[in-house]
């Protein structure tokens, strides 16, 4: 009963067709009783609930977890948090019946809430109401995991690389977003590990140091969903804890050799490349039909350009099978292929790439 800050009591009966009886406490007529006494003198007696006076909540300052029920957890504005605080050390009796609860927070400063709470509840068909005040006094740390993050600990590393060749900085920089966006979506999703310690950039590519590797798997399915490639997971022994082994992750990521757009010379065949991942698809421009093969049988390749590169020229006619167009380099009128579903107009300008194995219209 000491934290009790009780304010007031109110009551509410509830009209009852029961005989009047005196009260043995006061001594009033009243045609309701609640536990033999009159519904005042009981409320007089009652206690709806027990809050502390002083409550303390502790959140993080850096990623505004809050301490809760032992655990780091939810995260919310420190408003919350003290409601929160002030809902979990409230006490209401079980003999309650039709419990409600009602919490007012004011903050006196960012970091101190008054929370007001209004309680009601039924004793034996009366219901009664009652207030009282609790202060929050919200604490700042570091969580434990931030105290980690801070430490530089890490689970695994991500190498981007790429597959045979140097990733371009474009390529570094989307991987790089990737893996920040994968991360936050693992966090949000209660993967507090789901953070970068450090990333460093190479001439070949990137090694990121990740808190979790369960987030860094979820990172690299992300990476080739996006961008295609592989990824080789393997493990080394990083010390012991608590008579446990520790394991480091690395993830080995090779994005794909080719990139979109790049025009490939592959078994007698030009291939102007879609996607290149675990499986190749593309477009063989020597007749316009699909391309696609596993990725591990795209050996013995050729990269001759990318189609960016591409180069317009003026489309002199078109035949049923052929159409002839200017050389973009000898302004000779020369006949090559026809792509399925051209429809462009004799005198239009079309985009052709050149290479050692002929002339394509793209
Ligand atoms: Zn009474
Ligand atoms: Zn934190």
Redesign the pocket.
């Given at each position: 009963m000491k934290n009790m800050t009780q304010k007031e009591n109110k009551l509410d009966p509830k009209q009852s067709s029961s005989a009047m009886t005196v009260c043995p406490e006061c001594g009033k007529e009243t045609d309701k009783t609640v536990k033999n006494v009159c519904p005042e003198c009981f409320g007089k007696k009652l206690k709806l609930f027990d809050l502390p006076e002083v409550l303390h909540a502790r959140i993080?300052q850096?990623?505004g977890?809050h301490y809760y029920k032992s655990k780091?957890e939810d995260m919310g504005t420190p408003e919350e948090v003290a409601m929160l605080t002030a809902e979990e050390h409230l006490a209401i009796p079980d003999t309650i019946d039709n419990v409600t609860v009602g919490m007012h927070p004011h903050a006196r400063s960012p970091y101190i809430f008054d929370v007001l709470v209004d309680v009601g509840g039924d004793v034996d068909d009366v219901t009664y109401y009652q207030n009282g005040k609790t202060e929050v006094r919200i604490k700042r740390e570091?969580?434990e995991?931030?105290s980690r993050r801070a430490g530089g600990y890490f689970e695994g590393i991500i190498q981007i690389r790429a597959n045979n060749r140097t990733p371009t900085k474009e390529e570094v920089m989307d991987a790089l977003k990737l893996v920040e966006e994968s991360m936050l979506a693992q966090l949000k999703k209660g993967d507090k590990l789901a953070f970068v310690t450090d990333t460093m950039t190479f001439k070949d590519g990137a090694d990121v140091y990740i808190g979790s590797t369960k987030a860094g798997k979820h990172v690299c399915k992300h990476i080739i969903e996006v961008m295609g490639g592989t990824v080789t997971e393997s493990y080394t022994l990083a010390g012991m804890k608590d008579g446990k082994d520790i394991y480091r992750t690395t993830f080995a990521m090779k994005l794909p050799e080719f990139k979109k757009g790049d025009v490939v010379y592959f078994e007698d065949k030009v291939i102007e490349i879609k996607n290149c991942g675990k499986r190749v698809t593309g477009i063989n421009l020597m007749n316009s039909s699909n391309f696609f093969i596993e990725g591990e049988h795209f050996k013995n390749t050729k990269l001759l350009g990318n189609t960016a590169n591409a180069k317009e020229t003026v489309l002199v006619s078109v035949e049923e099978h052929g159409i002839q167009i200017l050389d973009p380099e000898t302004f000779e009128t020369i006949t090559i292929q026809k792509p399925m579903g051209f429809n462009a107009l004799p005198g239009s300008e079309i985009k052709v790439f050149k290479t050692e194995y002929g002339i394509f219209a793209l």
């Open positions: 993080c850096r990623c977890a780091w570091a969580c995991m931030c």
